[in-house]
């Protein structure tokens, strides 16, 4: 499984305005759907609550397919999850970290866990939807429609269906 710095990697995109930050947040975690769809892989994905509320209503957890979103209570880093994470595992297989934070890289590959860069994994993720893309000769977004959840996520916030 993928144990995902969530900003991290978002940050890593050099493209993400503060202001457009919940937007930035969904579009992050529907191509890391994408990406363990069309590679079978599973992700975690990890957002301090500092960086701003949780989306979608204030939900702390919630499912889209092979990505679980998690966001942190407050006084809990992103750092201090994914850390507490890999302690409670002595499965050095579990999981792969993503994140270009040296002090958590450093940690988990001390744990011996496997770590991948941010910038690596998005240019992997990219590649991959690519590659998928060019299978059908649809844009990448457009790939295999909506990622698994994704409906029933609009439906609940048009106001369509209830939790």
């Given at each position: 499984?993928?144990?995902?710095?969530?900003?991290?990697?978002l940050f890593?995109?050099k493209?993400?305005?503060?202001?457009?930050?919940?937007?930035?947040?969904?579009?992050?975690?529907l191509?890391?759907?994408?990406?363990c769809?069309?590679?079978?892989?599973?992700?975690?994905?990890?957002f301090?609550?500092?960086?701003?509320?949780?989306a979608?209503?204030?939900?702390?957890?919630r499912?889209?397919?092979?990505?679980?979103?998690?966001?942190?209570?407050?006084?809990v880093t992103?750092?201090?999850?994914?850390?507490?994470?890999?302690?409670?595992?002595?499965?050095?297989?579990?999981?792969?970290?993503?994140?270009?934070?040296?002090?958590?890289?450093?940690e988990?590959?001390?744990?011996?866990?496997e770590v991948?860069?941010?910038?690596?994994?998005?240019?992997?993720?990219?590649?991959?939807?690519?590659?998928?893309?060019?299978?059908?000769?649809?844009?990448?977004?457009?790939?295999?429609?909506?990622?698994?959840?994704?409906?029933?996520?609009?439906?609940?916030e048009?106001g369509?269906?209830d939790?």
């Amino acid at each position: 499984m993928l144990l995902i710095d969530g900003y991290n990697l978002l940050f890593a995109q050099k493209k993400v305005e503060r202001r457009r930050l919940p937007e930035a947040r969904e579009a992050l975690v529907l191509r890391i759907a994408r990406y363990c769809e069309s590679c079978g892989q599973q992700a975690r994905v990890i957002f301090d609550f500092t960086q701003g509320p949780p989306a979608f209503g204030g939900e702390a957890r919630r499912r889209l397919g092979a990505v679980e979103i998690r966001y942190t209570p407050k006084g809990v880093t992103a750092d201090d999850e994914i850390l507490g994470t890999l302690a409670g595992t002595k499965d050095r297989t579990a999981y792969t970290v993503v994140t270009s934070d040296r002090g958590i890289a450093d940690e988990a590959r001390r744990r011996q866990f496997e770590v991948v860069d941010s910038d690596r994994m998005l240019a992997e993720m990219e590649r991959i939807l690519r590659e998928a893309a060019g299978k059908t000769g649809e844009a990448p977004e457009k790939l295999r429609g909506l990622a698994p959840g994704e409906v029933d996520h609009w439906m609940r916030e048009f106001g369509l269906r209830d939790e």
